[in-house]
């Protein structure tokens, strides 16, 4: 009898204990199977190391010390949607240049930073080198700035002006320079894929593509997608002579950084069948809430998106009106990262029938905020 009792009065102190631990300590480290080794750099790679690093335009989070450090303010920004700067919203559009975080990965991190950052399951570096002279390194992460995310291009171009007149960007915090970019055509050619490496990523926030003689839109870099292709039967006709004006967007603390850089041009084999046009919609205005349409004269391809808005614009919306009265959003964009301008490419193209009705609107948030004020504009990558 009492032999009894005492296993019974073991195995109730036994759950009280486990009950008191699990109570107590909710987000013990040890109950968290998100490692920073394993889950969280994959994430920094993917999303944030290609700003977030040495010599990026913010913070350096490439360490778990680092990450650590600033886990709360990650945590926060995370949940706020305006870290990694993705404006897009889930579920309208589909875009090769996302930097969306996924669900899954939203969690993981909040996991993580509740469950106060392991690194890994336990294992401890020295820093010192092992019997056999080998040393062990800690998990990074890290981003190649140096690598041709398309392949080699058909030519490389030095982009090494040797003055740059850098001037402020109406509306905006950012600041704003204009280089022309001698691209060697010969002979009349269609280009097939465009990529830009800087040689300082510190504060440049995007550069914008575009061809100088006529305006044509070609691409627009952000530190995190540098590049553009045109589809295998498609691509933008150059003439002989024609050069690439690149409008570079940085921020105010660009002390001593440079506009330099290489640019990769891939060119077609041979004449393409699809010439890449634009089509551009735009209006001045002044209000809360800015809208710009057009109709469109013939069955419209579209194949990439470049807004661009006057600054305050909290959300901005691009729907296409079908003849049928069907509608269609190509882009619904909420908390729009104003310091980080992006184009936005699309992951299928969209075939619009003749007589589609576009429309852009622009808002400025709830009816307190300031009124928008100046350009607001779309133009449509098609063919």
């Known amino acids: 009898m009492h032999r ?3 296993r019974v009065s073991i195995l109730f102190l036994a759950v009280i204990a486990a009950a008191w631990s699990a109570f107590t300590f909710p987000h013990a480290a040890t109950s968290n199977s998100v490692l920073f080794d394993r889950e969280i750099v994959r994430i920094l790679n993917i999303h944030c190391a290609m700003c977030h690093m040495s010599g990026g335009p913010a913070e350096d989070i490439t360490t778990w010390q680092q990450t650590w450090l600033q886990r709360d303010a990650i945590h926060d920004q995370v949940l706020a949607r305006h870290m990694p700067p993705w404006a897009a919203v889930s579920g309208y559009g589909s875009f090769k240049n996302t930097n969306q975080l996924t669900l899954r990965e939203k969690r993981f991190i909040v996991s993580w930073v509740e469950g106060l950052g ?5 294992e401890v570096f020295f820093n010192l080198p092992g019997t056999d ?9 890290s981003f190649d700035t140096a690598a041709w995310r398309l392949g080699d291009p058909g030519r490389v171009v030095r982009v090494a002006p040797d003055d740059v007149l850098v001037g402020t960007l109406d509306g905006s915090e950012l600041l704003q320079a204009f280089v022309t970019i001698d691209p060697f055509i010969q002979e009349e050619t269609f280009l097939s894929g465009l990529e830009f490496l800087p040689d300082d990523r510190r504060n440049l926030h995007a550069v914008v593509f575009s ?3 006529s305006g044509q839109w070609l691409a627009t870099w952000t530190p995190w997608y540098g590049h553009r292709e045109f589809s295998e039967d498609s691509g933008v006709r150059l003439a002989p002579g024609q050069h690439i004006q690149a409008d570079y967007l940085m921020s105010e603390s660009n002390s001593g950084m440079t506009v330099n850089g290489s640019l990769g041009l891939h060119f077609a084999n041979t004449t393409t069948a699809r010439q890449v046009q634009e089509i551009s919609v735009e209006s001045q205005g002044r209000g809360t809430r800015l809208q710009t349409e057009t109709t469109l004269e013939n069955e419209t391809t579209v194949i990439a998106l470049w807004p661009e808005y006057p600054a305050g614009t909290h959300s901005l919306e691009i729907s296409a009106r079908h003849p049928n009265g069907r509608v269609e959003i190509l882009l619904l964009a909420l908390d729009i990262p104003e310091q980080w301008p992006t184009s936005y490419i699309l992951e ?3 075939t619009l029938p003749a007589g589609s009705r576009l429309t852009v609107t622009a808002n400025a948030g709830d009816a307190q905020s300031t009124a928008l004020s100046g350009m607001l504009r779309l133009t449509l990558s098609n063919y």
């Open 4 to 6: 009894q009792l005492a």
């Open 118 to 122: 392991p690194r890994n399951t336990g």
């Open 133 to 141: 002279g080998a040393q062990d390194e800690p998990v990074t992460a």
């Open 211 to 213: 061809v100088a003689d």
């Open 348 to 350: 299928s193209p969209i």
